[in-house]
């Protein structure tokens, strides 16, 4: 007889494997963004990198994270609620720390939209996270979107800002050319 929970979660197992793969395969990507800012002339100071670049991989990361934490063969919905629970409470302290490192950035002085994709967006994520996370025994379907959104929208943040990243490094080359 199937558990209840894996029945629950059953319905979002295909999401979960190309939402968790995604992030998986971004993640690498990240890397090689990484590699072509070593490479750049223009390059970037470790409190850059600490702010801005970090995060990308932290947000695939949590979202590989939900997508195996939701995959997983749980027997006890508690456990599904607190281990997102405390992904998203992680996820919430280290967008302060985000905050503050890009604060304190010399190199780089963040504009409106460095604020709203690398601070305010992934914020929003791990509280909607943690949102899912508080409901998900009370009202299981509004809690799994809930998940399921704040999952693709880590992967969308950390497409964003990774395609940022290149292009800012591109059109600053061009700049000292």
């Not at 993640?27 to 070593?38: E, I, K, P, S």
């Amino acid at each position: 007889m199937e558990h209840p929970v894996h029945a629950l979660l059953a319905d979002w197992e295909s999401f979960y494997i190309i939402v968790g793969s995604c992030a998986g395969a971004l993640t690498g990507l990240q890397f090689v963004v990484m590699a072509l800012v070593a490479d750049s002339r223009h390059g970037a100071t470790t409190p850059e990198i600490a702010a801005f670049g970090t995060p990308t991989v932290l947000h695939f990361c949590a979202a590989l994270l939900v997508s195996a934490l939701l995959s997983a063969p749980w027997t006890w919905m508690a456990g599904v609620q607190v281990a997102l629970g405390l992904c998203s409470l992680g996820g919430i302290l280290y967008c302060g720390i985000v905050i503050r490192r890009a604060r304190r950035t010399q190199a780089y002085r963040p504009e409106l939209e460095d604020w709203i994709w690398h601070a305010a967006l992934p914020l929003v994520a791990y509280l909607t996270l943690m949102v899912g996370a508080a409901i998900l025994s009370s009202y299981p379907e509004p809690a799994l979107s809930l998940t399921g959104a704040t999952s693709l929208g880590l992967v969308f943040i950390g497409i964003h800002n990774a395609w940022d990243t290149i292009t800012y490094l591109v059109t600053e080359a061009k700049k000292q050319d």
